[in-house]
């Protein structure tokens, strides 16, 4: 049966006939030493027919719809043009070799022209393209290589790009970075206690949330001067009067010792800091729970914005989910504990 080889250049179709080997009785290995030979290979395989690519874009638009296992109409019109014909009702005498299998699989299903791809044709297309500007006169070398560097880039172009503004990865980034603030609030709020505890230890007693504390500790500053002046104040900033007057009675009886200007000032700047890591952090996961909710709202509803991104970022991605089996997804939920 006559083999012939389709090799998808990134300056046009080519199909070759290969005519002078015969794949009974041949190794890959023996393939292999053979082809590496341009003499010899030239010998057996011949062109049997080739079509450019009329643009760049046509160029890009063909590489991608390979990348994906389609068969264009391109493609189509040139094997059904260079092809021998097939009578009505009879089965043909030919296999097309095809580098991709899912190419060959969709090539069979619309046109019913046999395909083949196994390390045998690989080879002898891998020959194809070694040797591919020595079969095709009007094509120089230098050409070849500026029509791979073109496509080259403008096929990873499209690839990165897609990438990039793929709507689950802006959840994947974004919950690594919640991650990351609630290490880096809780370690810099236990600094925050630490250092202004010297000052005012008794206030870790009356005040147990971190952001709270560091609101206080930038308020508070110096102790000696709280008085009752200032409940109302810090009524407003704790929410709660009596916590406000505690405060104060603790401020009076306080063992702490006492701070410099310049001591009170540090402190005050890190609070500062620390509060606006935890205002934030508060935009941040406002903005997945926001992002959950338009790409994976379903998900959502079951278990939750901060459970479902985990899940999403330890599969990679969100149709990386969709495909595992259900006895995954008890891994992956371990994984985000």
């Known amino acids: 049966m006559a ?23 041949q190794s890959v290995d023996a393939v292999r030493s053979t082809v590496l030979d341009l003499k010899r290979f030239s010998k ?3 062109l049997a027919g080739f079509t450019p690519f009329l ?3 046509d160029a890009l638009n063909q590489c991608n719809a390979i990348s994906e296992g389609i068969m264009t109409d391109e493609l189509r019109n040139f094997l059904e043009l260079n092809l021998p014909k097939v009578k009505e009702g009879k089965k043909a005498k030919f296999t097309v070799g095809v ?16 395909c083949q791809s196994n390390d045998y044709v690989q080879e002898l297309l891998r020959a194809v393209r070694l040797h591919f500007d020595q079969f095709i006169e009007q094509l120089k070398p230098s050409d070849l290589e500026k029509a791979q560097l073109g496509l080259g880039h403008s096929y990873s172009r499209a690839k990165v790009k897609f990438n990039v503004n793929r709507v689950d990865n802006m959840v994947i980034q974004a919950i690594f970075l919640l991650d990351t ?7 810099f709020s236990m600094r925050v206690r630490e250092w202004y505890g010297w000052h005012f230890p008794e206030l870790v007693k009356v005040v147990n949330d971190n952001y709270l504390y560091a609101k206080l500790a930038k308020f508070v500053a110096n102790k000696s001067d709280l008085s009752e002046k200032d409940i109302p104040a810090l009524a407003d900033l704790i ?23 310049v001591d009170l000032i540090n402190v005050q700047q890190f609070a500062q800091r620390v509060m606006n890591l935890s205002e934030y952090r508060k935009n941040i996961y ?52």
């Open 181 to 187: 603030l609630d290490k880096d609030v809780n370690s």
């Open 44 to 46: 057996a395989v011949k």
């Open 286 to 337: 406002e903005y997945l729970v926001t992002k959950m909710n338009d790409i994976a709202p379903n998900l959502t509803s079951l278990i939750g914005e901060m459970v479902g991104a985990q899940l999403i970022s330890n599969a990679g991605s969100l149709s990386n989910l969709a495909k595992l089996p259900s006895s995954s997804l008890q891994i992956l939920g371990l994984q985000s504990s």
């Open 55 to 57: 643009s760049a874009v």
């Open 239 to 261: 929410g709660d009067e009596d916590k406000a007057k505690e405060i104060v009675e603790a401020a009076k009886a306080s063992m702490g010792q006492d701070l410099s200007p």
């Open 99 to 114: 580098m991709e299998p899912k190419v060959g699989s969709h090539i069979t299903e619309a046109t019913g022209i046999p």
């Open 3 to 25: 083999l012939y080889l389709l090799f998808e250049s990134a300056s046009g179709y080519a199909l070759f006939h290969a005519h002078g080997i015969d794949e009974i009785g």
